[in-house]
DNA sequence: ATGTGC
């Protein structure tokens, strides 16, 4: 986008002020390059949110944002109830609850450079990833119905995983209010044979190191220190997600001359909060949290097995696990008065302070773990929320590189088998189904995560804690 | 993201 048509608000911040039918004006983050790097389209959409009813403050967009479905990947925006406000299924984007997790081993980098190939082919032996991929498991009816009801809190009554886990994952591990029976039946079909699966496109697993200290006190509240590994597990609801998601389009589009709501995108479908469909549309996609929560409590057992057989004296406790595609409920504080409001945020990382209540007792003192996915060869990051995080973004930060170009792009730039053999080469074994998925995935495909978290401190988004560099990656 | 789609 271009800088002139911006008013600068600080280092990183940049404002879009309202015109025409803006309720609000948008906010860009990031600094001159990934602003300028940024796609007009992903600020046509911004603008397009900016315009929808009950919107509150402004219409958001991280460091990592780049063009989506109706709402810009990397967008954040909170409506009010009360003023109108709806919900929308593109604002939460396809792949609902798509999250990263991150797990620590108790290992040391020397306990794994012996075994990186073996431990890269048993991780694939025993994680299904890849498109349309099965696992081990199959959910009856009623299981189903407990899953999308019960997320990580039924995974683990059911032995996959601890209890001390739930105290680690966002809503303690289960999404309240979640109505199982406003999701689809061809919802729920799909998703019965894909309990414990990676899924495709972006989604891994990656075993990784502790690198860089940015903040060595925050580190050691997190229990990071340099030269430690640790487990980051990146995916999401798979199909029933997707569906709810094509399901609840397709309606809300339909059912907008009736809500009085005239879209200025059919992809920004939504309908109003105090609304039937709105009501179903959330209960479903809270669904779909609990379904995307249980699937990543699955693969952690998953992981935990495979470590138990190739270096049994690992310990997998988990660190944190968080969402970058959902609507939450949440109370924040605008112009001097707590509000309730539903925050959509989509590829963007809730980031709470330190201090908030709904963080685990251990973690609260230093904010959340806001866990940032890169592309495979080029690491992750853990970052920490901050207070002003909520003035600025209602306590939301960036979820990942983002997009250079597209996958279409990227797969005439590359091959698969290529970009597998230069990684190993710098001592990372990614495993995969699918060559062309590794292609589409080329870490040149992607934004430098180094250049995009930087952009997020220095906004105020959120603070760095340390970075990750992968050692293996099993990759969808 | 996804049994790549009307």
Avoid at 21 to 46: C, I, S, T
Avoid at 165 to 188: T, Y
Wanted: overall charge positive.
């Amino acid at each position: 986008m271009e800088l002139k048509d911006l008013i600068r608000r600080g280092p990183c911040a940049w404002e879009i002020p309202m015109r025409g039918p803006m309720k609000v004006p948008a906010v860009v983050y990031g600094n001159e390059a990934l602003v300028r790097e940024m796609d007009d389209k992903a600020r046509e959409q911004a603008v397009n949110v900016a315009c929808l009813p009950g919107i509150v403050r402004a219409s958001y967009v991280m460091p990592d944002g780049h063009w989506g479905y109706g709402f810009p990947i990397g967008g954040v925006a909170a409506f009010d109830a009360d003023q109108g406000g709806v919900v929308s299924a593109g604002g939460v984007g396809f792949d609902v609850s798509c999250g990263v997790r991150c797990l620590h081993t108790g290992l040391r980098r020397g306990d794994v450079l012996g075994v990186q190939q073996k431990l890269a082919d048993a991780l694939f032996a025993d994680i299904p990833a890849g498109l349309g991929s099965q696992g081990a498991i199959r959910l009856n009816h009623q299981e189903m119905h407990d899953m999308l009801v019960g997320g990580a809190k039924w995974a683990v009554r059911k032995g996959w995983g601890s209890e001390a886990d739930l105290d680690r994952i966002e809503e303690g591990g289960q999404m309240l209010h979640a109505k199982p029976g406003f999701v689809s039946d061809l919802a729920k079909t799909r998703q019965r044979p894909e309990m414990g699966t990676l899924g495709s496109g972006n989604h891994y697993l990656e075993v990784q190191e502790v690198g860089e200290l940015h903040d060595a006190a925050i580190a050691d509240a997190f229990g990071l220190h340099g030269g430690d590994i640790v487990v980051m597990i990146h995916c999401g609801s798979r199909g029933l997600g997707h569906q709810i998601g094509t399901d609840y389009l397709k309606r809300m589009v339909e059912a907008a001359p009736s809500h009085g709501l005239v879209l200025p995108d059919r992809e920004l479908a939504c309908a109003p909060l105090r609304s039937e469909l709105g009501q179903q549309y959330l209960g479903a996609m809270r669904a779909a949290i609990n379904c995307a929560l249980a699937n990543r409590q699955i693969l952690t057992h998953l992981v935990r097995a495979v470590f138990a057989r190739v270096l049994p004296q690992a310990r997998l406790p988990l660190l944190y696990d968080v969402s970058h595609n959902t609507c939450k409920q949440e109370q924040h504080v605008v112009d001097g008065r707590r509000r309730e409001l539903f925050v959509h945020r989509k590829g963007a990382t809730r980031a709470f302070g330190p201090g908030h209540p709904d963080l685990p007792a251990a973690l609260r003192a230093a904010g959340q773990p806001v866990l940032i996915g890169g592309s495979m060869g080029t690491g992750s990051y853990v970052l920490a929320g901050t207070q002003a995080s909520e003035g600025l973004a209602f306590s939301s930060a960036c979820h990942g590189a983002g997009r250079a170009m597209s996958r279409h792009q990227a797969s005439k730039n590359w091959q698969g088998r290529q970009v597998v053999d230069e990684l190993a080469r710098q001592g990372i074994f990614v495993r995969s189904p699918s060559p062309r998925g590794v292609a589409e995935e080329a870490p040149g495909a992607y934004k430098d995560v180094a250049a995009v978290v930087d952009a997020a401190e220095q906004a105020g988004l959120a603070r760095k804690v340390a970075r990750l560099r992968p050692l293996v990656c099993v990759k969808g």
